[in-house]
C-alpha cells in the first residue's frame, strides 16, 4: 500500500468523466483546480466531474482550489504561444494587446511604479529571465538574458519585491466563495508571506460559512523567513519551488525543502512537494533519472504529499505520469526506514491526543501490529498518527462524507466509511472486518485499536487497544 499522497492537477488533458476515472485507477488522491486557468463555469464542471467519479468508484478523492494569490500574471498572444530568444528586446504592457514576439499584457499598473531599470523578472516558474531596461507609463521594456517558450497566462516573478496587490483579489474571494459553496476539502493559498496572510484567507473562507483546512504554499523569500508562524496558523505547506527558485539560490532549495517537510511534521501538519517533479513527461512518455531520483527524495525526507502540475493538467502522458509517480513511491516507501523515526523533536501540540498517537504508533512498531485503525469524527487522531510515520498502514474509519475525503490527502491513512458504532465491542470487531476485507491483516495478526470511551460523546480519543483479528 503506498503511504505518500499524490496531488494531480486538473486541465485540458484530464478535464473529462472518463479522464478523471482513470487518474483515480492510476493513484490520485487529490484533484486540485487551479483557478489561475480557467473560469468558474468550467471548474464548477471539472468538480462535478471529480465528485461523480469518486462516487462511481466508490473511492476516497479530497478536492483543492487553489487561489491566484498576489501573483503576477500575462495575457494572452496571437498564437497561444511565442519563442523568445536570448538578447532580443520583449516588452510587457499595461495596455490590452494581443501578445506576439516583441511584447504581451500585464495588466498591473502600480507595477510600474515599483520597478527599477536593471532590475531582474522571470516567467514561467523562472525558466524565462529579463533585465528592466527601461520603464514608460505603460511599459516596462527589457532585454531577454534566458530565452525559451512562453505561453498563454504564464507567471512573472520578481525578486525581492513585495508587489502592491492585495493578498486576496476579488477574483481570489469569488474563488473561495465558490469552494465553500462546494464544499470542497481544501484551499490552498498562493503566495503566502505571513500568517497573517492566513488568518485573512480563514475570515474569507468563515465569511460564506466554510471550514475548508487551508493549505499554505510558500514560494517567496519573506515566506521562507516567516515559515514557522506560517505553519502554526495553517493546516498544511506546499513546498512550492517554482517562485521560489527566483527567490532564493537554486542550490538552496533542496535544503529548504527538507526543512520545511521538517518542520510540518515536527507540527502535525500536512506537507505537499511540488513543482517539476516529472516535469519532461508532458511531453515524454518516461521521466528522466534526475526526475524519478527528486520524487523519491521527497519520499527519503517523509513528505507526506507530492504533486503533479503540467504533467496531468495540459500534458501529452498525464496517465503515465500518476502511474509512474505511484510506482517510484511505492518501491522507495519500502526502503525508508520508518522504524528509525526521532520523536524528541515533535511538538506537543494537543497533548492527550499526541500521547495516544504517540503509544499507538510506538506499539505498533513494538508489537509488529499490521494496521493501526482509528476512529475518528473529524480527522484528527488520524493526522496525529500520521506525523509518528507508523510502518503499519493506518485505516481511519469515519462515518463523515467529509472527513472520508479529506484524509485522502494524509500520508499512510486508508479512509473507510462506516456507519456509526454505538459499543466497543462493534468498533473492535468492525476494525477486525475491514483490515481482513483490506487484505491488511489475516485471522490472529494483531492490530491496535485507537477509540474514545464513552463511545458516544465526540472528540474524546483516549484509549488503545491491541487486538488480534478474528
Given at each position: 500500500m503506498r503511504k505518500t499522497k499524490i496531488v494531480c492537477t486538473l486541465g485540458p488533458s484530464t478535464d473529462k468523466y472518463e479522464s478523471i476515472l482513470k487518474l483515480l485507477k492510476c493513484g490520485m488522491n487529490v484533484a486540485r483546480l487551479?483557478?489561475?486557468?480557467?473560469?468558474?463555469?468550467?471548474?464548477?464542471?471539472?468538480?462535478?466531474?471529480?465528485?461523480?467519479?469518486?462516487?462511481?468508484?466508490?473511492?476516497?478523492?479530497?478536492?483543492?482550489?487553489?487561489?491566484?494569490?498576489?501573483?503576477?500574471?500575462?495575457?494572452?498572444?496571437?498564437?497561444?504561444?511565442?519563442?523568445?530568444?536570448?538578447?532580443?528586446?520583449?516588452?510587457?504592457?499595461?495596455?490590452?494587446?494581443?501578445?506576439?514576439?516583441?511584447?504581451?499584457?500585464?495588466?498591473?499598473?502600480?507595477?510600474?511604479?515599483?520597478?527599477?531599470?536593471?532590475?531582474?523578472?522571470?516567467?514561467?516558474?523562472?525558466?524565462?529571465?529579463?533585465?528592466?531596461?527601461?520603464?514608460?507609463?505603460?511599459?516596462?521594456?527589457?532585454?531577454?538574458?534566458?530565452?525559451?517558450?512562453?505561453?498563454?497566462?504564464?507567471?512573472?516573478?520578481?525578486?525581492?519585491?513585495?508587489?502592491?496587490?492585495?493578498?486576496?483579489?476579488?477574483?481570489?474571494?469569488?474563488?473561495?466563495?465558490?469552494?465553500?459553496?462546494?464544499?470542497?476539502?481544501?484551499?490552498?493559498?498562493?503566495?503566502?508571506?505571513?500568517?497573517?496572510?492566513?488568518?485573512?484567507?480563514?475570515?474569507?473562507?468563515?465569511?460564506?460559512?466554510?471550514?475548508?483546512?487551508?493549505?499554505?504554499?510558500?514560494?517567496?523569500?519573506?515566506?521562507i523567513k516567516n515559515l514557522d508562524s506560517i505553519i502554526e496558523v495553517s493546516d498544511g505547506i506546499m513546498v512550492a519551488r517554482g517562485d521560489m527558485g527566483t527567490e532564493i539560490p537554486i542550490e538552496q532549495i533542496p535544503a529548504v525543502q527538507k526543512t520545511m517537510i521538517q518542520k510540518c511534521i515536527s507540527s502535525g501538519k500536512k506537507v505537499i512537494v511540488a513543482t517539476e517533479m516529472l516535469e519532461s513527461m508532458i511531453y515524454k512518455r518516461r521521466p528522466t533519472r534526475a526526475e524519478t531520483t527528486d520524487v523519491a527524495q521527497a519520499i527519503y525526507d517523509k513528505s507526506g504529499s507530492t504533486m503533479l502540475s503540467g504533467e496531468t493538467a495540459s500534458g501529452n502522458y498525464p496517465f503515465d505520469a500518476v502511474s509512474t509517480m505511484s510506482k517510484i513511491a511505492t518501491a522507495t516507501e519500502r526502503v525508508v526506514n520508518y522504524d528509525s523515526e526521532v520523536t524528541t523533536n515533535y511538538k506537543p501540540v494537543h497533548k492527550n491526543l499526541n500521547a495516544i498517537a504517540y503509544s499507538a504508533s510506538a506499539?505498533?512498531?513494538?508489537?509488529?501490529?499490521?494496521?493501526?485503525?482509528?476512529?475518528?469524527?473529524?480527522?484528527?487522531?488520524?493526522?496525529?498518527?500520521?506525523?509518528?510515520?507508523?510502518?503499519?498502514?493506518?485505516?481511519?474509519i469515519t462515518h463523515d462524507r467529509l472527513t472520508y475525503n479529506k484524509l485522502s490527502l494524509t500520508w499512510g491513512v486508508v479512509p473507510v466509511m462506516v456507519s456509526e458504532q454505538q459499543t466497543i465491542d462493534d468498533m473492535l470487531q468492525t476494525a477486525s472486518k475491514i483490515v481482513k476485507s483490506n487484505k491488511l491483516a489475516n485471522t490472529g495478526d494483531k492490530i491496535i485499536v485507537t477509540l474514545g470511551i464513552p463511545t458516544n460523546e465526540k472528540g474524546t480519543t483516549n484509549a488503545v487497544h491491541i487486538y488480534e483479528v478474528v
Amino acid at each position: 500500500m503506498r503511504k505518500t499522497k499524490i496531488v494531480c492537477t486538473l486541465g485540458p488533458s484530464t478535464d473529462k468523466y472518463e479522464s478523471i476515472l482513470k487518474l483515480l485507477k492510476c493513484g490520485m488522491n487529490v484533484a486540485r483546480l487551479n483557478m489561475s486557468h480557467g473560469d468558474l463555469v468550467g471548474h464548477q464542471n471539472t468538480l462535478d466531474l471529480v465528485i461523480r467519479a469518486r462516487e462511481q468508484l466508490s473511492v476516497p478523492c479530497a478536492i483543492m482550489v487553489d487561489t491566484c494569490g498576489p501573483e503576477l500574471r500575462i495575457g494572452v498572444f496571437k498564437n497561444q504561444k511565442v519563442l523568445l530568444k536570448k538578447g532580443g528586446s520583449f516588452t510587457f504592457t499595461t495596455n490590452d494587446v494581443l501578445g506576439d514576439e516583441s511584447v504581451v499584457s500585464l495588466n498591473y499598473p502600480e507595477l510600474l511604479k515599483t520597478l527599477k531599470k536593471g532590475q531582474k523578472m522571470y516567467a514561467n516558474n523562472g525558466l524565462l529571465e529579463f533585465k528592466i531596461q527601461q520603464i514608460t507609463r505603460s511599459d516596462i521594456v527589457c532585454t531577454v538574458t534566458v530565452g525559451g517558450e512562453l505561453s498563454n497566462h504564464k507567471s512573472v516573478s520578481i525578486p525581492h519585491v513585495r508587489l502592491p496587490l492585495p493578498f486576496i483579489s476579488e477574483k481570489d474571494e469569488k474563488n473561495i466563495e465558490f469552494a465553500v459553496k462546494n464544499n470542497v476539502e481544501y484551499i490552498s493559498a498562493s503566495f503566502v508571506s505571513s500568517k497573517e496572510d492566513v488568518l485573512q484567507m480563514r475570515e474569507c473562507i468563515k465569511k460564506y460559512g466554510g471550514s475548508q483546512e487551508i493549505i499554505s504554499k510558500i514560494e517567496s523569500l519573506e515566506g521562507i523567513k516567516n515559515l514557522d508562524s506560517i505553519i502554526e496558523v495553517s493546516d498544511g505547506i506546499m513546498v512550492a519551488r517554482g517562485d521560489m527558485g527566483t527567490e532564493i539560490p537554486i542550490e538552496q532549495i533542496p535544503a529548504v525543502q527538507k526543512t520545511m517537510i521538517q518542520k510540518c511534521i515536527s507540527s502535525g501538519k500536512k506537507v505537499i512537494v511540488a513543482t517539476e517533479m516529472l516535469e519532461s513527461m508532458i511531453y515524454k512518455r518516461r521521466p528522466t533519472r534526475a526526475e524519478t531520483t527528486d520524487v523519491a527524495q521527497a519520499i527519503y525526507d517523509k513528505s507526506g504529499s507530492t504533486m503533479l502540475s503540467g504533467e496531468t493538467a495540459s500534458g501529452n502522458y498525464p496517465f503515465d505520469a500518476v502511474s509512474t509517480m505511484s510506482k517510484i513511491a511505492t518501491a522507495t516507501e519500502r526502503v525508508v526506514n520508518y522504524d528509525s523515526e526521532v520523536t524528541t523533536n515533535y511538538k506537543p501540540v494537543h497533548k492527550n491526543l499526541n500521547a495516544i498517537a504517540y503509544s499507538a504508533s510506538a506499539t505498533a512498531r513494538a508489537i509488529g501490529a499490521k494496521a493501526i485503525v482509528c476512529y475518528t469524527d473529524k480527522g484528527k487522531t488520524a493526522n496525529m498518527i500520521s506525523r509518528f510515520r507508523p510502518k503499519a498502514p493506518i485505516v481511519a474509519i469515519t462515518h463523515d462524507r467529509l472527513t472520508y475525503n479529506k484524509l485522502s490527502l494524509t500520508w499512510g491513512v486508508v479512509p473507510v466509511m462506516v456507519s456509526e458504532q454505538q459499543t466497543i465491542d462493534d468498533m473492535l470487531q468492525t476494525a477486525s472486518k475491514i483490515v481482513k476485507s483490506n487484505k491488511l491483516a489475516n485471522t490472529g495478526d494483531k492490530i491496535i485499536v485507537t477509540l474514545g470511551i464513552p463511545t458516544n460523546e465526540k472528540g474524546t480519543t483516549n484509549a488503545v487497544h491491541i487486538y488480534e483479528v478474528v
